[in-house]
Each structure stands twice: as structure tokens, then as C-alpha cells.
């Protein structure tokens, strides 16, 4: 009996001890992580981390054009500037500190181990997966909030209520259209279609074992083999009695383009409907009107840069004025960053995680910033907010 006590008391202390280690933050009795009393200040500290390359280029000389690979970290930095101007004229007191990842003398691994973040009251970045790691785990030691800008990867973080996706991951893309068709498909004839790279076989894992969204009734998934598979494996198995919605689980956007036009010649005769992944929106031929006739073609997206809202033609503006062309994305990207989070700063104060929901402060992009929970542990914050575009016969519209 003695020994069997034993044995209970050290299972249990295992299973205590585990979910300490599982659980780093003090949590309420919901399980919301607690981050304590938050302070307003009347100046806050912003790192901004992004890869400039600075070390790469002789600056010296007289440069006719900058050095393409150079350009989305100096766009995002521009963004930023335009954000910092802005705030300023607005009455913000900012002290932002540049950081060029990828400087050969003070990396991010440097950066942080000279303790210049120490200090700040919000870091953000523009980062490789690596570094988002990095600044993750270093986030989460110094309770500081971290937001990854750019890069839809969670960096392997596990309990860090302080790091901050705002580019949705694969799994909240499939989360989206699943939802969709589920709402929208939910008799029809439904298969998702992938190839043999590891990562399309983790997007069907995804969408089958989606918690909020069951498999449709009439569901087969279908390994590609090639073209013409596809056509055989389609015919063999609808059931012409419904209608048919096809998940193209293809990553590769020449590829998806190329099962389109497979598929484009079916889509009368078999009712079809076609999901594609997020790297879709790279196939600029979807808004030809004869390109893939008669079939309704969907994918998701984070971003939607309307360039005749009076938000986007000021930043426009104002990028023109510094640079003298035409903004990209990341320029948009790095001006909400740090836009949107020193609004939240300024409301709320640091930490202002349990406020995370309020997107009042939104410039452009509505974001819906959630925590995400696993065996009721909260991981990290993600970006949740998906527009689902939809193209047929080169028209768009978008919900």
C-alpha cells in the first residue's frame, strides 16, 4: 500500500510540476494570463528591427539605384518613418532606435546581448525566422511585447503571451476557407487536392482537424500525381448529382496556375469551385477574363492595399516624397506596425495585452489579434483577420 502511495504522489508531483513548466505566467481562474498593473508613460522606447544591409553596400559612391535586394527592409523602414512623422505631428513622444538586422558587426544575437532592448517598452520586426526566434525568446524573458510584422511563422514559440504575429499563419488561412465552404458548399461533392511536399501535407492536416469546422459530408482528399490524375481522379469520384468545390492544396503558385488550367475546361460541366492557397494572389492572369473561364477561383489574404482610400494615397504620398516611386506592401506593413501599436500604447499603456481586441486604432487593415490557445495554454497573439478574394471570368470582389 505504501508503495503504491508512493507511486501516486510521484505521478501527480510529474504532472504539477509539468504543468508549471507548460504554464510560465500567472494565469486567472479562466486560464487568461495576468500581466499585472500597466503603466502610462509620457515618452515610450520603440526598437525597430529590419534588414537593411548596410554593411553590404559601399555607401561612399555615388549609387544610381539602390540594390534590389536591399529594398523590402528599406521600404519597411520608410514605413516606419512615415508612421513616426505622423505619430509626432499627432502629439506623440517616440523614441525609436533602427536596427539593421543584418549587420555584420551587431546582429540581432549581438543586439540583445549588449542589452540595448533591454529598455524598450515595444519591439517590432521585420525579421527571418531565425531571428524572430531570437527576439521571441527574448520577449518573452523580459516581458516585453515583440510583433512580427512580416512573417507568418510562429518561430517555435511555446507560452509567450508577449509575441505577436500579424500575418496570419497557413492554418488560419485553411481555417478561413474551410469555414467558407462549410457555410457556403456544405452538399457539395468536396476534395482536397495536394501534392508531396511536407507543407501541403500539413495543410490537409489542417483543414481535417480543424476544431471549429468538421469535414464536409462529401469529402476525399487526393494526392497529385500529376495533370492528368487530376482529371481522372475527379471524374471517377463526383458524384454529378452535386455540385463540386475543389481545395487545391498547392503551394507553388506556377503549379496552382497550372492545375487551373486543367481544371478551367470542367467547370461548367461539373459545377466546380476552386479554393487555392494564399500564394495565389501572385497569379496576376486571374484577372483576365478569358484565362480560366466560367470557374470561380478563391484564395485568402492579409492584405488589400485600396490605392484610392484617402489611407493608402497618404502614405503613397508620402513614400513619393522620400523616394520618388511607387510604395510596396512592406512599406504599408511597416507604417501600421508601428502606427497601430503606439495608438495602443498611448490608450493603454505598457503592457496593453489585454487590450490586444481593440482594433479602433486600425489605419488600413482591420486586424483581429487574438490568443492562441493550445491544451489550454496561451502560445502567442496571431493576426486573425482574412480577407477571402474571390475572381471569376477576371472580375473580383472580396469579403
Not at 511555446?158 to 504575429?165: A, L, M, S
Not at 485600396?306 to 512599406?331: C, E, H, Q
Not at 483581429?368 to 496571431?382: A, C, L, M, R, S
Amino acid at each position: 500500500m505504501t508503495k503504491y502511495l508512493l507511486v501516486v504522489f510521484f505521478t501527480v508531483s510529474c504532472l504539477i510540476g509539468n504543468a508549471q513548466r507548460n504554464q510560465e505566467f500567472e494565469t486567472d481562474s479562466k486560464g487568461n494570463v495576468i500581466f499585472g498593473k500597466r503603466v502610462k508613460k509620457e515618452r515610450y522606447k520603440i526598437a525597430v528591427l529590419t534588414p537593411l544591409y548596410l554593411d553590404s553596400v559601399d555607401l561612399e559612391k555615388n549609387l544610381a539605384t539602390i540594390p534590389k535586394f536591399m529594398m523590402p527592409g528599406l521600404d519597411f523602414y520608410q514605413g516606419v518613418q512615415i508612421a513616426a512623422d505622423t505619430l509626432r505631428k499627432q502629439g506623440f513622444k517616440l523614441d525609436i532606435y533602427i536596427h539593421d538586422s543584418k549587420s555584420e558587426y551587431l546582429n540581432v544575437q549581438s543586439i540583445i546581448e549588449t542589452d540595448r532592448l533591454d529598455s524598450m517598452d515595444l519591439i517590432i520586426g521585420n525579421a527571418s525566422v531565425s531571428d524572430l526566434k531570437l527576439l521571441g525568446d527574448f520577449a518573452k524573458s523580459k516581458r516585453i511585447n515583440f510583433i512580427s510584422a512580416v512573417s507568418p511563422s510562429d518561430a517555435e514559440q511555446v507560452n509567450n503571451p508577449y509575441f505577436t504575429i500579424l500575418q496570419p499563419r497557413l492554418a488560419s488561412h485553411i481555417e478561413k476557407m474551410h469555414k467558407h465552404i462549410n457555410a457556403r458548399h456544405p452538399e457539395d461533392n468536396v476534395f482536397y487536392l495536394y501534392g508531396s511536399a511536407q507543407s501541403e501535407k500539413n495543410g490537409l492536416a489542417y483543414f481535417q482537424n480543424d476544431l471549429l469546422n468538421p469535414v464536409p459530408g462529401r469529402f476525399k482528399a487526393i494526392e497529385i500525381k500529376d495533370e492528368n490524375w487530376i482529371v481522372n481522379q475527379l471524374k471517377r469520384n463526383i458524384d454529378t448529382n452535386y455540385h463540386t468545390t475543389i481545395f487545391l492544396g498547392v503551394l507553388d503558385p506556377s503549379t496552382t496556375f497550372k492545375y487551373l488550367k486543367v481544371l478551367a475546361p470542367m467547370a461548367e460541366k461539373y459545377n466546380l469551385t476552386v479554393y487555392c492557397m494564399p500564394t495565389t494572389e501572385a497569379i496576376k492572369s486571374l484577372s483576365k477574363t478569358t484565362e480560366f473561364p466560367n470557374l470561380p477561383v478563391y484564395y485568402t489574404t492579409a492584405y488589400i492595399i485600396d490605392k484610392i482610400t484617402p489611407a493608402s494615397m497618404y502614405i503613397a504620398k508620402k513614400y513619393k516624397a522620400r523616394m520618388g516611386g511607387l510604395s510596396s506592401d512592406v512599406v504599408y506593413k511597416g507604417f501600421e506596425s508601428l502606427y497601430y501599436f503606439a495608438n495602443m500604447m498611448k490608450k493603454y499603456g505598457v503592457p496593453f495585452n489585454d487590450n490586444l481586441g481593440d482594433n479602433s486604432n486600425s489605419f488600413i487593415t482591420p486586424y483581429k489579434i487574438t490568443p492562441v490557445i493550445d491544451n489550454g495554454v496561451h502560445q502567442f497573439n496571431e493576426n486573425k483577420f482574412l480577407y477571402l478574394m474571390r475572381y471569376k471570368n477576371g472580375i473580383m470582389s472580396y469579403e
